[in-house]
């Protein structure tokens, strides 16, 4: 008779431990690995707020289309409602992106830099380079547009730090 019931006890903790590391999996697979910086309009200023995403496992182009990609549809209904928005114009896309030694260069299309004035210029450059600078691997951005590595940016002649380094810049930006 006690064999029975250690054997059931011990049954009983296999599937209570097989039942916690499902769960366990489950929830990991769900929690945010990647912040997208929107844009808030505090009235006098603007800043970056982060806004948790998760992207999952992906390689490095695959993840920075899908960080831009979030940049260029802009913040879900409910970000919206709080305040949020994203200066970055629909249609950017990543033509290219790679990372040697910290450094990721981004190739974006003409998109990046059509519209706005220089307050829709300086939102839509430090949503990019925090956006895209904020995983651990990445320690500066250079942006190039059409396989050309920028250091102004064309429509209203912002100089680019080349290439800016997140450690440079550690507090969110306000303009």
Known sequence: MRTVVMRVVALALLLLLALVGIITTRTVQRLPDTLIFYVRDTG????????????????????????VTALSTGPTADEAARGLSSAVPGGVVVLDAR?????????LSPE???????????????QLYYTLSQPADVDAVRIAI??????????????????WVRADHPDAPVW
């Open 112 to 126: 990046f830099h059509a519209g706005g004035g220089a307050a829709s210029m300086l939102g839509r450059l430090n």
């Open 146 to 163: 059409d396989g050309d590595v920028i250091d102004v940016l064309p429509g209203e002649g912002l100089i680019l730090d080349v290439p």
């Open 99 to 107: 990372l040697d030694a910290g450094v990721l260069t981004v190739d």
């Open 44 to 67: 006098s200023t603007f800043t970056l707020e982060g806004v948790p995403r998760r992207l999952g496992d992906a390689d490095l182009t695959t993840r920075v289309r899908a960080q």
